[in-house]
């Protein structure tokens, strides 16, 4: 009942509604740079260890449209505003291809390739703190509020988004990022074995999530690197 009066306040909801608009035209661009400088990272890395797939295939490009994949770029991160009131917000894209053949040592390439992803992720998440710190504030005084502030929501929705998409990517279970990297750092064995549920892997990140499990491991994590990146912030800027 509680709930129903909430949903259909009239005021309530046209407050959220313009939260939410807000929220996702500040989180947009910082989604696509999210997803888009991830993937590059990947086929990057790898094209490095020797495989040139990404790079044949036409990925190795920061155009956003060659890694837009229309439900994890555009919809679950619109269904995701809509739904929290644009308080939490991911999305992914297209993933880049890698053949582990191509590496010198298929398990090793595999692993730094797919750690690459999420270290991108941070090292944007990074930039947007030193952005804030060292440009948006001290230039508070000097230029209209009605351009410093819609810059400063875009960085900081992408301190969030960048460091959640690293936290939910290093879950250890395959396809995720952090899966792959497990799986290269496991004996042949246990790694093996790991692989075998990567069929699996979606249908059980989604389940860990709707529960609630996985929240046990991303938020701690989340916790951690907002930790690491706060030592860098300046001008009165918290995370």
Same mark, same amino acid.
């Given at each position: 009942?509680?709930? #129903?009066? /909430? %949903?259909?306040?009239?005021?309530?909801?046209?407050?959220?509604?313009?939260?939410?608009?807000?929220?996702?035209?500040?989180?947009?661009?910082?989604?696509?740079?999210?997803?888009?400088?991830?993937?590059?990272?990947?086929?990057?890395?790898? +094209?490095?260890?020797?495989?040139?797939?990404?790079?044949?295939?036409?990925?190795?490009?920061?155009?956003?449209?060659?890694?837009? /994949?229309? %439900?994890?770029?555009?919809?679950?991160?619109?269904?995701?505003?809509?739904?929290?009131?644009?308080?939490?917000?991911?999305? +992914?894209?297209?993933?880049?291809?890698?053949?582990? #053949?191509?590496?010198?040592?298929?398990?090793?390439?595999?692993?730094?390739?797919?750690?690459? =992803?999420?270290?991108?992720?941070?090292?944007?998440?990074?930039?947007?703190?030193?952005? %804030?710190? +060292?440009?948006?504030?001290?230039?508070?005084?000097?230029?209209?509020?009605?351009?410093? !502030?819609?810059?400063? =929501?875009?960085?900081? !929705?992408?301190?969030?988004?960048?460091?959640?998409?690293?936290?939910?990517?290093?879950?250890?279970?395959?396809?995720?990022?952090?899966?792959?990297?497990?799986?290269?750092?496991?004996? +042949?064995?246990?790694?093996?074995?790991?692989?075998?549920?990567?069929?699996?892997?979606?249908?059980?990140?989604?389940?860990? %999530?709707?529960?609630?499990?996985?929240?046990?491991?991303?938020?701690?994590?989340?916790?951690?690197?907002?930790?690491?990146?706060?030592?860098?912030?300046?001008?009165?800027?918290?995370?």
């Amino acid at each position: 009942m509680l709930m #129903y009066m /909430d %949903i259909f306040n009239k005021e309530n909801f046209l407050e959220r509604l313009e939260e939410t608009i807000r929220n996702l035209i500040l989180a947009a661009v910082p989604i696509l740079i999210a997803v888009t400088f991830h993937e590059v990272a990947h086929g990057l890395a790898a +094209y490095k260890l020797g495989d040139n797939t990404a790079k044949a295939m036409g990925r190795l490009t920061l155009n956003p449209i060659a890694h837009i /994949d229309p %439900i994890g770029t555009i919809l679950m991160p619109f269904a995701l505003l809509v739904l929290t009131h644009g308080r939490f917000v991911f999305g +992914y894209a297209k993933p880049v291809p890698i053949n582990p #053949y191509n590496f010198r040592n298929p398990r090793k390439g595999m692993a730094i390739s797919a750690a690459a =992803g999420p270290a991108m992720n941070l090292l944007l998440g990074f930039i947007s703190v030193l952005l %804030i710190s +060292y440009l948006v504030i001290p230039l508070a005084g000097s230029l209209p509020m009605d351009i410093l !502030q819609p810059v400063a =929501g875009m960085l900081k !929705q992408s301190i969030i988004i960048n460091v959640a998409l690293a936290a939910l990517n290093l879950l250890p279970i395959p396809p995720l990022d952090g899966g792959r990297v497990l799986t290269g750092l496991l004996p +042949y064995r246990q790694a093996r074995a790991l692989e075998m549920i990567e069929p699996y892997g979606f249908f059980i990140v989604l389940i860990l %999530i709707m529960s609630g499990l996985a929240y046990y491991f991303i938020t701690p994590l989340m916790n951690v690197f907002y930790a690491i990146l706060g030592l860098f912030a300046r001008g009165g800027f918290m995370l």
